[in-house]
């Protein structure tokens, strides 16, 4: 199991909780790459849609990813 596959497994477990969600996902961007931090926002946008708090603007700040 990769650690894109392992985030995206934590992220549904605790998308029932805003809070715990929007920390995991930061978790998961800090130990991304450039093109794992996409696809991960795309697939949350996919799965979840912006309702977690998620804007990839204050993510990629938060980040440091340019």
Not at 16 to 36: D, G, M, N
Not at 44 to 56: A, D, P, T, V
């Amino acid at each position: 199991m990769t650690m894109f596959e392992y985030s995206k497994m934590i992220l549904e477990k605790v998308s029932f909780e805003p809070r715990i969600f929007k920390k995991e996902l930061r978790k998961a961007l800090r130990q991304s790459t450039k093109e794992e931090f996409n696809q991960l926002m795309a697939w949350c946008r996919e799965k979840f849609g912006n309702k977690r708090g998620m804007s990839q603007m204050s993510l990629r700040q938060e980040q440091g990813v340019n």
